[in-house]
């Protein structure tokens, strides 16, 4: 706790103006005016766990500060025009590991009161204000002069080194701007933000607005001054200082829409600025379609991209200077397919963000769903605009399937989550909020029609602009915009509870032209779940396929009721395909349903066949279908669309994972037989490939490898592998490429021994390349024997790695399962020390690991250890419990669903 103390100064007279001030214009005196003797000046004594009264709000911001990327640390001046709605004893702000040197509000007519500063009051660096006298209501300016320190866990204005040279960086969202500036550190506040930064000449600075001019001062220091910023909230702020290498862009050119072109630049760690180059050349492209969708023109004065050495996350959004994790936004001839597809899916999200989220702003941390779920859809869109054919408009569908495990759980929690805590704010950025959440809404794009829904959206952009909305505000807006007030009711459905419609579809047939179709809706609950399935309902927009007789047509429902019966005029049902448009929702049917519909699998579109794919699955898994129909299905998948054969594979490796090493040579031989063909065409057809087959390649490679009849390929990757790093000389880049790092590395540490793990261990010491550093230290850490491992874990906790490298490689390592007593071992002995080194947005996903303990001894034991460090990992509780959860569901189906698999694998 800070406290310090300073000297009320008032000139004369200020108490008596400040009275005056707080009552509106004075009238002179009369016998009857007691006003002054009514008003109270406020003085809150309890601090405030949420959010900050609201009778003071910020109007306006000045920063001055001066950097230098060599220190330890920074100083700062902190302007701030506020707007009280009465007279104030006591202020209540953010401010977060900073010495405040001097506090004091200056009124409009100059007169100065000085305050005393008190900090870290509450959770979240609460802090206060006192005053002597009474700050009078209306408008006045609070200065703070502060110092602090860099942060090191990537968080506020925070320190790393890359290659010796020192850089700075902002991360802010979502609550670390206090710690970079004391200030009211809220969504809600947008005000326009003046900066100005004084640097060692040498560095590059920027910041969110244009440069309006510089100025040398003694010492080699350089005064950058900025314009302000159109008004952002204070997680968007955004520094950058250091070494950085410039790319000046061509300026996005005038539109339709906008008059003047906007200035464009990239930058990199020294060295870096021509990988730049592929995601500079697509920018004018991704911004010019969200603006046709939008209907409002890009809203900041310039864009800039900046790639920093290391970041906590993959990016983040800062109005007109977006940094991103280095591996989010540079492109070499080092950087595999799937990674360009998401370095490049990143971008749009990113861009996106400037009209949802930073020009229209959630109001408080429930609804940044509003940002990313939104960010997530529109960068799919933006995508499949810019890159047509290559599968971007199923990509939302596949972000939901992909994260309906994490919806299964009992701990799982709504799209719109309360928060109550400052450590619930960093449980909302998960997928639930953006995979889950964009595919809600592609599922609602779809049913209001593209044109309804988009017109929604431009409504809310304009009522919303430069200020912040609620999820009310949203719906309102969409129900407007679209014209339809019914899809209210739906959408609430969706976001204010968890979980997954689970749709039990049955067909009958009283009569050849008496068909009926009869959906009962349950809550989606696996085997060894504790989920109550009755307790949910859903207003689901229902699509069903379903062929008969007198065609093959969709019907359309909104199902509102625990049961629906929808009749079939003049026929019965051949089949039925229970999820006609991609939605979110899963389905059941009966063994001779499922049958009827693997038939007919080829007649599917892709977003029916991935639904198809992932509802047998789930059944499975909840014990509503057999394994041999899951494996019938898995087999009419093997040919399809490049997604939909990906996820076939990827469900197959996931049975062959649960299986013990005794029963996988069984499902070796159904494994090779099933997909080996389709990976042999392919490979057949190289040089040919469409980008989506490309991808298929490389996971079919990458899977049979593990689980198929493939010793003599193993074995030659292996080879190629230890080439790579150097076993036996110097490394040669050449001889694997970036697609087949991760299977390279897989097998060259299973089959190379002790001298391929050093090798591989040096080479990844001396690597430039973010992105495939991190692979090859998380492949070993998966696949090293007992030996490896234990050095591995040791090693990692030395000066020559991140600390996120550091916390994903320990994290990693319990998923070793050939040798978990030993990771988990020396996991616990390193716990205090490398938890002290991991960035703080990672801290509170710590205890998501004891996902690997698929064994209730195991469980109980990383359950009671994970407690007992609670104070080093706040906000733990939602991860432990999910995870938890998620290897009882493991022992579950283990226990429960082996002994089918096995059989119906047998009989193949």
Known sequence: MTLNRFKTTIFAGAASIALLSACGPNPGPTETDTTSEKIEPIKLETPPAGQLPDTVIPTAYSLDLVTDPAEAG????????????????????????????????????GTEIEGTFEGSLADGGVSKIDFEEPVPAGNSTLVIDYRAPYNFGLAGLYKATQNGRPYLATQMEPIDARRMFPGFDEPRFKTPWTLTVTAPQGNQVIANAPLTGTSQLDDGLVKHTFAPTRPIQSYLVALAVGPYDMREGTALPANTLRATPVPFRGFAPAGKGDQLKIAMDVTDDFVGYQEQYFNYPYPYAKLDIIAVPDFAYGAMENAGAIIYRESALLISDRTSLNRRRGVLGTHAHELAHQWFGNLVTPKWWDDIWLNEAFATWMSNKTMNAVYPDQGYDRASQRGGLGVMAADSLLNARQIRNPIERNADINDAFDGITYRKGGHVLSMFESYLGEDAFREGIRVHMKRFEDDAADVEDFMTSVADGSGDTGVVDSFRSFIFQPGIPYLNVETSCEAEDAGLITVTQSRYAPLGSKIDADASTWQVPFAIRIASPAGDTVVREMLTDKTTEIPLDGACADWVMPNASGGYWRFSLSNEDWASLTEQFDALTPPQKLAFIDSINAAFRAGDAPAAAVLNAL????????????????????????????????????????????????????????QGEELLQQSLYAALLTMGNMEAEREALADRAAAFVGVDGEPDPDAVDADTLTPAITWGTKLGGRDFYEAALEYARNDENQYERRIILQTIARNADESELADLMKEMQGSDWQGQETWSVMQVSLANQANWDTAWGVYQA?????????????????????????????????????????????????SLAQGSEGAELCSAFRAEKLNELRAAIAEK
Request: charged share 25%; hydrophobic share 40%.
């Open 830 to 878: 390193s716990f205090d020390n490398f938890i002290a080194r991991t960035p703080e947005i990672r801290k509170p996903q710590t205890a998501s690991v004891v996902q690997n303990f698929c064994d209730a001894d195991k469980l109980a034991e990383g359950t009671a250890f994970f407690r007992e460090k609670a104070s080093a990992i706040p906000g733990y509780e939602r």
């Open 635 to 690: 087999e009419a998948s093997a040919t399809a669309e490049w997604d939909v054969a990906n996820l076939s594979v990827s469900t197959a490796k996931g049975y062959f994972e649960a299986l013990p090493a005794e029963d996988q040579d069984a499902m070796r031989d159904w494994a090779q037989a099933t997909y080996g063909p389709v990976y042999e065409d392919l490979k057949a057809r190289a040089g040919s490939l469409s």
């Open 74 to 109: 920074f100083t700062g001046t902190a302007a701030i025009k506020i707007r009280l709605s009465a007279p104030h004893l006591r202020i209540w702000l953010h401010s977060l590991d900073q010495t405040i040197e001097r506090a004091y509000v200056r009124l409009e007519d």
